[in-house]
């Protein structure tokens, strides 16, 4: 019954504003409410773009991400009207952070369905060149295996140049490294049976198990705390 008065209501409204777009990866809260935004707007390259690289590889590819979106979206019509228009802070769990910084999770409650949403922090660095461009790198480890301590100095040490040409280290005249909070795990997204409508099913709420580990979730030991 709450599944079709929410469907009712979703219907009933003449027409549906999307949220705002603002390119953000410095919180989970962030690049979901980005991701929230250009779903609404049917943006699917750039929801892709929200994915961190582990979980794009595991689609094997942008079309089958677009293949398992659609069946989610038509299959669960109440949690995709949550997920494209709603105000996610009132339906959203605290989001809890494990232990090493490296993975996150937020909960949505989608009128009595639970949607587990797993981000990953991916090291980026930005560097800006006298000239007022910029370009950016993914590393390949997270920011913390990039940063180096001992006999009283500190330093940086970054698995894929930022600076792929040294001639143009004079015109380095900024550096900036940053976690970007990625998305690594959507359930009702299974990028090994992207297309079928029985891999989309979402868990009931009343099922919901806070210690089951995600695909990508290095350790079930998770923590609750506000967003960095």
Known sequence: MRLMLALLLAMALPACTCPELRERWDSPEETLAQWQARLCRDDVKGEYGCFATSYQKAFHGFE????????LLAQRPAAAWVLQHADLSEHSSPTEYAEDGSHAR???DAHGESLQI??????WVTVTYADGSTASVRQLHPPAALLGAGQGRQWLAFDR???PDESRLPDVRALRVECRWLIADLAGLD??????ATALACQPARARDPAVASRTMPTPTLTSRNAP
């Open 106 to 108: 937020i909960v949505l």
């Open 191 to 196: 990028p090994a049976r992207p297309a079928p």
């Open 161 to 163: 140049p930022p600076v």
């Open 118 to 123: 797993v981000f990953e922090c991916e090291a």
């Open 64 to 71: 089958n991400y677009f293949a398992a979106r659609g069946a």
